[in-house]
């Protein structure tokens, strides 16, 4: 089978910019919920028994997030089958989203909150929803159990990097 659909480099640029870890939305979602105190895993595994990675994982408040690829993930909006052995594609991609719902039910049974956001989203609203989600878990986990904590007390002071030039008269 290999030769025939890779032929097409449409079809490779697609698997190529879907396939790889660390794709330029991943990075961009990392950078921006790193920046905005949150502290994650990246590609882990949320549940040791559940054979599933998700791209990141906030273990203390228990939420998987997944950024979807449109491509092979099958986004409604930009999901286009490659026109080279379509059935190959639209079957593979068929199983993929089968196999992500899946791995949702299974987490989601195993007490995670699973958020799933496509590569196509804005960077900026799905971290602004992620830090929502974590902060009215831990939300919550304050009004169970009465513990004083501070909501945000992984946000961390920006650190002071301008040094003030001394003054030669
Ligand atoms: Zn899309």
């Given at each position: 089978m290999s030769g025939s659909w890779a032929s097409d480099p449409r079809t490779r640029t697609a698997m190529r910019g879907n396939r790889s870890r660390d794709t330029a939305p991943e990075l961009a979602v990392r950078r921006l919920a790193h920046a905005a105190g949150l502290r994650y895993l990246v590609d882990a595994r949320p549940e040791a028994a559940i054979n599933r990675r998700a791209d990141l994982v906030f273990r203390g408040p228990r939420i998987a997030v997944f950024i979807d690829g449109c491509f092979w993930h099958g986004c409604s909006e930009h999901h286009r089958a490659p026109q080279r052995n379509s059935d190959y594609w639209s079957n593979k991609v068929a199983r993929n989203i089968a196999r992500d719902r899946d791995t949702t039910a299974?987490?989601?049974?195993?007490g995670w909150t699973?958020?799933?956001?496509?590569?196509h989203q804005s960077p900026d609203y799905i971290v602004t929803d992620i830090r929502s989600a974590?902060?009215?878990v831990r939300g919550r986990r304050l009004g169970e159990t009465?513990?004083?904590?501070?909501?945000?007390?992984?946000?961390?002071?920006?650190?002071?990097?301008?040094s003030k030039p001394e003054q030669q008269e």
């Open positions: 299974r987490l989601t049974e195993a699973v958020l799933r956001y496509w590569e974590v902060l009215s009465g513990i004083q904590e501070i909501a945000e007390d992984e946000q961390r002071e920006p650190e002071e990097h301008e």
